[in-house]
């Protein structure tokens, strides 16, 4: 057999070079997007084209409501700066209703989209590297392997892992589109409420001057109910952990 031949063989799937392709254009865009873009998406922008926008959508809200949900799910999608900035643009033009759903779906189809791309670029072939490496990113996809909805739901809803990874990670270790999408969709949904909420009185605060307090999530008000579902989404791993040790328990020759 030729040797290129055995190489290709040999060589898992999702490492071939066509499949990288779009995981490939949205690290260069990222990059891109974070030299270009990095003062476009900002509060004094918003201020600047405030009157524009509001006219926009008054006379075009169908549109102006498509055009904003694209724009969010482009700009997650190819992980460029403004995310938060969008979300709180979807309260400032919106309200907290319509506002926090559409935010919550163009943030999902960007988050979807970038799954996609990473399962059919990369797949086993950087799972296994980042297995071997270790660190945070390997012990979450191994968290991921045993207990898929409930971890699935906890890096959406406790923002210690980044939204990037929490998209990249669960395409490496083979999560089903579907359980993606839907813990996706209803794990982000408080912190869109939240930080929606924020954004409806944007308008307000752009007239005094001030800026958004992002770190509002942090308040008991609104920190303690999302931890209440940080908690039952955790329910079930360990209900599975005491079910397995038991087992082991019954198990043990010596006991």
């Known amino acids: 057999m030729d040797v290129n031949e055995e190489l290709e063989r040999k060589e898992p799937e999702g490492a071939r070079p066509w499949r990288r392709l779009p995981i490939v254009v949205i690290a260069l865009a990222a990059v891109a997007g974070a030299v270009l873009l990095r003062d476009q998406l900002t509060v004094e922008a918003l201020g ?11 006379a075009h809200f169908g549109v102006s409501a498509l055009l904003f949900v694209t724009l969010y799910a482009v700009i997650v999608a190819l992980s460029l700066p403004g995310a938060t900035m969008m979300t709180l643009m979807g309260g400032f033009l919106f309200n907290l209703f319509p506002g926090f759903l559409m935010n919550a779906v163009g943030a999902s189809l960007g988050a979807t989209a970038l799954f996609a791309a990473a399962r059919a670029g990369l797949g086993p072939w950087l799972a296994e590297r980042m297995d071997a490496r270790g660190g945070q990113a390997a012990r979450v996809m191994a968290a991921i392997r045993r207990n898929e909805w409930s971890v699935l739901f906890l890096i959406r809803l ?3 892992v980044p939204f990037f990874l929490a998209n990249l990670l669960p395409a490496l270790v083979g999560v089903a589109l579907g359980r993606f999408v839907v813990t996706t969709f209803l794990g982000i949904l408080p912190g869109c409420i939240v930080y929606t909420s924020v954004g409806a009185g944007l308008g307000s605060l752009i007239d005094r001057g001030a800026e958004p307090n992002l770190a509002i999530i942090f308040e008991p008000r609104f920190l303690l109910p999302i931890l209440g579902l940080c908690l039952l989404a955790a329910l079930p791993m360990a209900f599975r952990h005491l079910m397995h040790k038991d087992d082991a328990e019954h198990d043990d020759p010596t006991r």
């Open 158 to 160: 406790v923002p210690a």
């Open 48 to 58: 600047a084209h405030r009157d524009e926008l509001v006219a926009f959508r008054d």
